[in-house]
């Protein structure tokens, strides 16, 4: 199995967290999300751990919530002593509901309206990271109307493109995000931000993309902020205190995706880190990083059931679900891999290639091809693997479906931290 967390129990269905999953769709009705809360405190547990031991203090891993945002999930961040970043004022919302701690809340998004700002100054949020001169600007002047000096980093681009989907990397310099080094841009915002009286520029942050799969693109990423660490200190006098490495750890979603060690990435990063800040002459900064995917992808499991079925001889064989592109779009948007099986029929051989396919009212509403089965019928629970990261997060209206549960498991227990939305409260805005 691609995770350790997933297995076949004696009456030959699938286990998650080692619960039946047959069992779970019948309780709870599909489509179903399923989280595994153990996974997610074991992934957290693994970069705090590893980001402790091998950096400065203060140092710590950042949940990145947009991967997956739901009240608890801010309580188990807590809980294990991750900070958080948020990208909208919905996230912080949600985070503040949780009452989770806002010094340790970061604030991204490269188009923080007026009013984010506002309403995160007016929150006490820790950290904004400030993506480009016209919000270093706009927070300067916020917090100064709330007389106070507010915290930030200040988004770079490295210019790394990090070979993965063209859509999810975002450290190059002709990226939407941050402010590029190699234009001498990033010079001059640092020493505009220096000048602002209500704002500390605490130091720098960079992400360079997503689902990477070994450290390279961090070294990379770490060894031209570094460098510009120490060019900046020696012309400006500004020595960064804080260095953001982002996101980006990759995640085994099918068979032939690496295994990953993600203790032993972060050593290799700190190894390198350390190495360059000697070479630079530059002290050893505290180190954030921020993942999402990689602390929740594996923690996630998708039930559906299978309505109608249509194999048309010589072409294609369809199994219809019941989600589809509303509750998962990754699919559609980035043709992603994802691992299937039929959770009532676990142990049995698969004999058939089958498109997976939602029940959108639009041709492209997949959730995967050439998937092999055993023979698929009316009534079969479809399980989509890996699904904890981007998908409910992801997840829309389309066609007016109601989003589905999210359903914790945890020590052979199972809870609702989100419930199953109804009819009504799909209408409930509607005038
Ligand atoms: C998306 C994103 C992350 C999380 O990336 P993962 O690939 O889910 O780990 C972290 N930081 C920033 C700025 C992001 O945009």
């Given at each position: 199995m691609i995770c350790n967390n997933i297995g076949i129990n004696e009456k030959g269905r699938l286990t998650f967290a080692g619960q039946d999953t047959v069992e779970l769709a019948a309780q709870y009705s599909t489509p179903l999300y399923l989280i595994d809360e153990n996974k997610v405190r074991e992934k957290m547990r693994i970069y705090v751990n590893a980001l402790k031991e091998n950096f400065p203090e203060g140092s710590m891993p950042l949940y990145s919530s947009k991967a997956l945002c739901f009240k608890k999930i801010y309580g188990i961040a807590a809980d294990e002593n991750m900070g958080v970043d948020v990208v909208s004022p919905g996230e912080l919302y949600t985070a503040l509901e949780a009452g989770f701690p806002m010094d340790?809340?970061?604030?991204?998004?490269n188009n923080k309206t007026d009013a984010d700002i506002e309403f995160a100054i007016e929150s006490k949020i820790g950290y904004f990271i400030c993506d480009n001169l016209d919000e270093l600007d706009a927070i300067d002047e916020i917090a100064a109307k709330h007389g106070i000096v507010q915290k930030i980093l200040l988004r770079?681009?490295?210019?790394?493109?990090?070979?993965?989907?063209?859509?999810?990397?975002t450290g190059k310099v002709d990226s939407k995000f941050g402010i590029a080094?190699?234009?001498?841009?990033a010079e001059e915002a640092i020493k505009i931000a220096l000048t602002k009286k209500n704002v500390e520029l605490c130091g720098y942050h960079c992400h360079i993309g997503s689902q990477t799969f070994d450290c390279k693109?961090?070294?990379?990423?770490?060894?031209?902020?570094?460098?510009?660490?120490?060019?900046?200190?020696?012309?400006?006098?500004?020595?960064a205190k804080i260095l953001n490495l982002g996101g980006g750890m990759g995640v085994k979603y099918v068979e032939?995706?690496?295994?990953?060690?993600?203790?032993?990435?972060?050593?290799?990063?700190?190894?390198?880190?350390?190495?360059?800040c000697k070479d630079f002459g530059i002290n050893m900064p505290i180190v954030l990083m921020e993942p999402g995917r990689s602390i929740v992808a594996d923690a996630g499991m998708t039930l559906y059931t299978i309505g109608s079925t249509k194999e048309i001889p010589g072409y294609k064989n369809y199994v219809s679900i019941d989600g589809g592109m509303t509750d998962n779009p990754r699919y559609t948007l980035y043709e992603s891999a994802y691992t299937i099986a039929l959770a009532n029929k676990a142990a049995e051989t698969p004999v058939k290639e089958y498109t997976v396919g939602g029940r959108c009212c639009e041709s492209g509403d997949l959730i995967q091809e050439h998937v092999m089965l055993p023979q698929a019928k009316?009534?079969?629970?479809?399980?989509?693997?890996?699904?904890?990261?981007?998908?409910?997060?992801?997840?829309?209206?389309?066609?007016?479906?109601?989003?589905?549960?999210?359903?914790?498991?945890?020590?052979?227990?199972?809870?609702?931290?989100?419930?199953?939305?109804?009819?009504?409260d799909l209408v409930r805005n509607d005038l």
């Open positions: 340790m809340v970061y604030f991204q998004g770079l681009t490295p210019g790394i493109d990090p070979h993965t989907h063209a859509k999810i990397s080094i190699e234009t001498g841009q693109p961090f070294t990379d990423g770490a060894e031209i902020m570094l460098k510009f660490i120490a060019h900046i200190k020696e012309v400006c006098g500004y020595e032939s995706d690496p295994d990953i060690d993600y203790s032993a990435n972060i050593k290799a990063i700190a190894d390198v880190i350390k190495k360059q009316k009534g079969d629970i479809l399980a989509v693997m890996t699904t904890g990261a981007y998908n409910y997060s992801m997840a829309s209206h389309y066609n007016r479906l109601p989003k589905p549960p999210v359903v914790m498991l945890k020590d052979g227990e199972s809870y609702v931290a989100v419930r199953r939305e109804t009819f009504a």
